[in-house]
Structure formats: C-alpha cells, structure tokens
C-alpha cells in the first residue's frame, strides 16, 4: 500500500504565488518562504464579496483506533471546491512534541494531505521556535529582575510564569534552578511546560492584531509580590522585548493541500491543555477571502469545540455555520468496549454500546443552536448493517450522516459530506453559548462537566477553591474557562469511555492566563508538559545519507 509518504512525496505543488492568487493576493501581501511556503502580510485590502460562511471540524473523542478528523478536513476542503464552492482550510500548525512522540504527523493522510508535508510537520516556518524563544526570552528577564533590585518585590516563590520547549520531556516537568550560589540567580522550583500549551501560544492565537499582541503580552501575569499583588509584564518593562521576537510568527502562514486547495496554517494550541484552535488572524483571513472557510478544533467535541465556541468565538466575532462531527465505526466499538485487534470484526451490538459517546456530541453542539453532520470516515471494514446503525441512531437525533473516504480518494471520495455541508451552511441559524460569562468561576466550570460532560459534581481541591476565591476578588471572574482535561474521556480519568454520568469531576488547580484571556483549570492528573511512550514515533524514523527522503513521519 502507498504510504502517506510517499503520496506527498509525488506531488506537484504549484508554486505558492500561484496559491495566493486563488484568493487574490497580491505579490506584496505574501513573504515567500521557499518556493511553497509563504507568510501573509496583513492587514489585506478589502477583498471582493463573498459568502464568508465557517464550516468547524470536530470529533468523537479520540481512540487508539484513529478518527482521521484532518483528514477529513482536508477531504472536504478539496470536495467543495470541486464541487463549486470557493473554499479555503485554516487549520493548527503541528507540535514537534506529538510529531516525535505517539501522534506522528498531522498534516493530513492519503490524498487528503497538506502540503510540503515534511516542513509542515518538522520547523515549518519556525513559528513555534519564536514561541518558544520569547517564553524563555521572558523567563531569564523575569529570575535576572528578582536576582536585581526587584523593585516590585516579586516573590520567587510565588512566579508562575515557566519555561517551554517544543518537545515531550517529562523529566522537565518539575526542576529547580539557580543553583551554584549567588551569582548564578535565585535558587527556586520551577518547570517546564510544552510550547503549543503556552500563555504565549494562547495569545498569538487570539490576537486580532499586533497591537493587540502587544497589550496582550502586556497583561500578563508573570507571578505575585510578597503581599500577593499580581504582576504583570507591562509593569516589568518587558512587554516590547518580547513583541519583537514574534513580529514574524504572528504573520498567518500559506500552503495548499495536494488538489491545491489555499490552506492557512498558524498557531497549535493543544486542546486537551490549552484552547486547541488555529489563531483568530488565520480564520478571519481565510473567511475574508472566501465563501467557505473549513476550520477544526483539537480532540474531540468536547476540548476543542468547546474551546473554540466558548472562548475563540467570542473574539472572532462569528459563530459556524455548520459543525461537522467525526467519527468511526471502529472507535466507536472500542467505545462500546471491543479490544482493538478485534475491531475490524463486525459486532453491532457493541458498536450500539458505544453510540453514546457520539450521542452526547450530537447533543452537545445542538445545545449551541448549530446545524450538524456526522462524518463516517469510511474503512472498509464496516458492515452495511453497522453502517446502518449509525445511520439510524444520528437520524433519531435529526442528524444527517455521509460516508467519507478521504484518505483513498481525496475530494473525490468527501463530496457527499460537502453537499451536506453547503446546505447547512446555507441556512439561518440562532447561536446560544454554553455559559454565561458573568457567572463565577466555580459555576462556569460546574456548568461544562456537569452539562457537557455529563458529571454528577465537581470537586474542588482547597487549593482550587483559594484560587477561584482570589480571581473573584482580583476582577477575573468574568473570563471564559479553559480546562485541561484527558482528551480519551468525558470523565477526568482517560480509561473511562462511553458517555457516563455518574461521575466525580476533580479540579486540582487554576492557573490565570491573562494575556490571553481566560482561565486554565486543571483537572484530574492533566500534565502540561506530555511524556514520551515507551516506543516513541521517532525510533521508527530515518532519513537517507544525502538528507532528502524521510520515512516514518506517518
């Protein structure tokens, strides 16, 4: 069988001045990197009318059997403009963390793949080393004030802000530095958490613009005084310093995917940790030039759509116009509790057991007021009768459901879901959020487990419940929730599948993310900095002797 590889590998790309003349831009409005890479140089000029409808891409909750989500993303981005309909696709940019770690690459597979695959999965254009540069970059400037006068009197015990790398380091999750004496800092415990969960990866993404960034990075708190007074990187004088290293990430990155369909690639939070959407600068652009904009949301429904209605919506300014669900037959029974080697063997009435998590989805997103679809990414494995049985089941919920074979046969095999898509998109419908944003803190996490998730009650730890009580005081009760939660489950345990109810939520902790605009709340045993597996993808990697053909990023 060709692998994914070896099909990016055979492609002909068009050069991307001729991409970027799909959506008219200009020669002067792109920053080529390469011959198919390019950066986009905003503001734009006001583009000719389009339709400007967002088609967002979501998920069941990911399995070890795969749900292919990208994929199908991609699929349908080719699909609609096959069919007809100016299309572009805003999607993340992939970590280097789960590229090496268990993921792989995440650019797509099959024929349904963005491309230069290689660049977009390894250093791309080198967004996520400027994050990854500036968190640090304002890590050293914070230890060397406090090692300094510290005017402020910020106590080191109390800095939150910490160290990232782009990688999955387990053993960076908990360090102390400083050590040495005097002269090499402060002495204190700190860690590292991965870049795509970064405050600085957040706040890229929901920038509207470079002003923007900067009061954004300018609001951040890096850590408390010894009276527990927040402080803020305006306050420390840094704010310029560390803009500067991001003037050229913040730019939203151009590429196509094998049908040279126009895709934008920028910003990769991860959704299970942080808010799991492509920046607001790459949506909006993509909706700007087109009639339809297929955008995704890390993980399943309820991380990433979540996320995305509930946080990103909000500065966006718009709403999708039809959600799409995606799910397999094959995750679905390993929901209902088939073990994975035996999921190729037709068995209804587990794949009915396991309906439910899908079910929940459904009724999630219709609690938005959204229309929706439910995408088969079709194996060939299905029965007809399993087939059928999700037919039936999403119909019961007013649910429409189209087979997609994206990976086999791009937009060819997507189209289906497309015409499904348009015709949702087209219609008039009434968003409702999930929250109220003035709520407090404890009743907007309360109201996501215990309506979305499905939990009995949530447990807040003492720790919990001091900090919700803080943030109240400080005026930061007002902000949207992010919480950080096992992407397996609804539950905070990633062993527990289905849909269940009667459940415990534990939130052990919050952290306030200012610039960004929201707070995180840890759940359960959440890290924010991944592990490597014991067989990790890159010991399946290689790369020729001459440095051109790589195998083993899919």
């Known amino acids: 069988m060709t692998t994914d590889i070896e099909i990016a590998d055979a492609a002909k790309m068009l050069p991307i001045e001729q991409v970027a003349e799909k959506l008219g831009l200009k020669d002067d409005e792109i920053e080529q990197y390469g011959k198919y890479k390019a950066k986009i140089d905003l503001p734009l000029a006001e583009a000719p009318a389009k339709k400007h409808k967002l088609v967002l891409v979501t998920a069941m909750n990911p399995t070890p059997a795969g749900e292919g989500k990208s994929t199908v993303m991609i699929g349908l981005g080719d699909a609609m403009n096959q069919l007809g309909h100016q299309t572009t696709i805003a999607m993340r940019e992939p970590s280097m963390g789960p590229v090496f770690g268990i993921k792989g690459g995440a650019a797509g597979g099959g024929y349904s793949q963005v491309v230069p695959m290689e660049d977009i999965n390894l250093h791309f254009t080198g967004d996520l080393h400027a994050l990854t540069s500036a968190n640090n970059t304002l890590a050293a400037l914070i230890d060397n004030y406090v090692m300094r006068d510290n005017e402020l009197q910020l106590d080191p015990e109390r800095i939150i802000w910490r160290r990232v790398e782009d990688v999955n380091d387990r053993v960076l999750r908990n360090v102390v530095t400083g050590l040495g004496g005097r002269s090499q800092g402060i002495t204190r415990q700190t860690g590292f958490d991965i870049t795509a969960a970064s405050e600085l990866m957040a706040i890229l993404c929901l920038s509207a613009d470079f002003a923007d960034l900067k009061k954004r990075i300018g609001r951040i708190v890096v850590g408390y005084t010894y009276d527990k007074k927040p402080v803020t990187v305006k306050e420390l004088g840094f704010t310029d310093a560390i803009a500067i290293l991001l003037k050229d990430a913040i730019k939203p990155n151009l590429v196509q995917t094998l049908d040279h369909t126009p895709t934008i690639i920028h910003g990769g939070p991860f959704a299970n940790i942080a808010h799991g959407c492509n920046s607001v600068l790459a949506t909006k652009t993509a909706i700007q030039l087109s009639d339809y904009t297929v955008t995704e949301a890390g ?159 949530v447990i807040f730890s003492k720790k919990a419940q001091r900090q919700m009580k803080r943030y109240q005081d400080l005026g930061w009760g007002n902000l949207p929730v992010c919480i950080a939660k096992t992407q397996y489950s609804f539950t905070d345990d990633q062993h527990v599948l289905g849909a269940p109810t009667d459940f415990d939520f534990h939130i052990r902790g919050l952290v306030p993310k200012m610039g960004a605009g929201f707070i995180v709340a840890l759940s359960g045993s959440m890290m924010t900095m991944p592990g490597l597996a014991k067989h990790p993808a890159a010991v399946d990697m290689t790369i020729s002797d001459d440095g051109k053909t790589i195998t083993g990023l899919f």
Do not use: M
């Open 299 to 457: 993980f399943g429904a309820d991380l990433g759509a979540e996320k995305f209605l509930d946080i990103k919506r909000r500065v966006l300014g718009q709403a999708p116009d039809a959600v799409v669900i995606v799910a397999t037959i094959r995750s679905l029974k390993y929901n209902g509790g088939v073990a994975r080697a035996d999921l190729t063997k037709e068995n209804v009435p587990a794949l009915k057991k396991g309906l439910a998590n899908l079910e929940r989805h459904i009724k999630n997103i219709q609690g938005y007021g959204l229309p929706l679809v439910v995408a088969i990414n079709h194996f060939v494995s299905d029965s007809d009768e399993e087939i059928k049985t999700v037919e039936d089941t999403c119909k019961q919920h007013g649910v429409n459901v189209a087979l997609v074979d994206a990976w086999a046969k791009g937009g060819q095999g997507t189209q289906n879901l497309a015409k499904e898509v348009v015709k949702l998109a087209d219609q008039d419908h009434e968003f409702k959020p999930l929250y109220d944003y003035n709520a407090t803190i404890e009743d907007k996490i309360t109201t996501i487990a215990t309506k979305y998730y499905g939990a009995k009650r």
